[in-house]
């Protein structure tokens, strides 16, 4: 069992849609990160939130903390073709940096 | 524009054969971490070196996996022998400090045995 769980697992839509994917935990994190993982390369930074209830804007991605530090989401409005990859949250728990499985996005033109 | 580099980027062996992977840490990070990526598990942390020190590798199997550090521009994953349940992308990450801070990943070494 994943601390994090990440859903969708999968999700494919059309250019121009907007989306939300979820990073979900019984557990607290004192931070949690956002990585985008494009095929054939490794995870990429994309935000790191410490706050409970903190929103961090990235052009057109929102993430927010929950207030509980529980759980993240992330926002993204008018996806477009280059949004394609792996998104994979990270928390930072007991000292240690646990990830979740990701969610796979496609946008197709 | 400095970035983690990983060799081989492919790498494809029969069961039972040796397998080298190798790291070139970003140049003034301290820590260095070997992860294991497949479909199923995900990400998983296989070691954890802090100054070229192995401080953690729980997450590694110990009777055919290890990882050492000679010096501080490289980091080796050496699995002996390998198995078809190894297949999977292998990467590379460093930072900088803490085992908690940023970790800059490499490309990944994609590993199948046949």
């Known amino acids: 069992t994943q601390l994090l769980e990440q859903s969708p697992q999968f999700l494919s839509i059309q250019e121009g849609e907007n989306l939300t994917v979820y990073c979900n935990s019984s557990?607290?994190?004192?931070?949690l990160q956002w990585y985008r993982q494009e095929p054939g390369e490794g995870p990429v930074l994309l935000v790191t939130v410490v706050t409970g209830g903190e929103v961090k804007k990235l052009k057109r991605l929102t993430f927010q903390f929950g207030d509980a530090r529980k759980d993240s989401s992330l926002h993204i409005t008018a996806a477009q073709p280059g949004d394609t990859g792996l998104y994979l949250c990270?928390?930072?728990?007991?000292?240690?940096?646990?990830f979740g499985a990701g969610t796979r996005l496609t946008v197709k033109p | 524009d400095a970035r983690v580099t990983q060799t081989p980027r492919d790498k494809v062996t029969e069961m039972g054969q040796e397998v080298t992977m190798r790291c070139q840490p970003i140049?003034?990070?301290?820590?260095v971490f070997w992860y294991r990526q497949t479909m199923m598990q995900g990400l998983e942390l296989l070691a954890y070196?802090?100054?070229?020190?192995?401080?953690?590798d729980s997450g590694m199997p110990k009777d055919r996996f290890s990882a050492e550090m000679p010096d501080a521009t490289l980091a080796t994953l050496k699995i002996q022998p390998s198995e078809p349940r190894d297949s999977a992308v292998y990467f590379c990450?460093?930072?900088?400090?803490?085992?908690?801070?940023?970790?800059?990943f490499g490309p990944g070494t994609r590993l199948t045995v046949l």
């Open positions: 990450a460093s930072g900088l400090g803490q085992r908690t801070d940023t970790q800059y």
């Open positions: 990270a928390g930072k728990y007991n000292n240690d940096m646990r």
């Open positions: 070196f802090r100054n070229r020190a192995p401080l953690d």
């Open positions: 140049l003034g990070h301290n820590t």
């Open positions: 557990s607290v994190f004192s931070s």
